[in-house]
């Protein structure tokens, strides 16, 4: 058994999370309230979160096209099965 609701260096997240696995197992989209998962991430409200088992990395999904951070709670997101389309509320 592995926790998956880690940051890229493996500390455990300070909020609660759950989330979904990919059909190849190999990623795990995720929700949390945890703000140290990814740097700058301080609203203290659920965001959503793909990260890669292989490699450890994680990626907000919680941000604009220009890439800052959303200033809203974001949740419920769906994994396709080949992790081409994501898609969350």
């Known amino acids: 058994m592995t ?5 890229g260096d493996g500390f455990e997240g300070n909020g609660a999370s759950y989330g979904r696995f990919s059909a190849d197992g190999t990623k795990v989209l995720f ?11 301080t609203k203290y409200q659920d965001d959503v979160f793909v990260k890669d088992l292989k490699t450890g990395q994680i990626i907000s999904l919680s941000t604009d096209a220009a890439g800052l951070q959303l200033m809203v709670a974001v949740m419920n997101g769906i994994i396709c099965r080949w992790y081409q389309s994501l898609i969350y509320q």
């Open 3 to 7: 926790r998956v609701s880690t940051n």
């Open 31 to 41: 929700t949390s309230e945890s703000t140290n998962f990814v740097d700058g991430d």
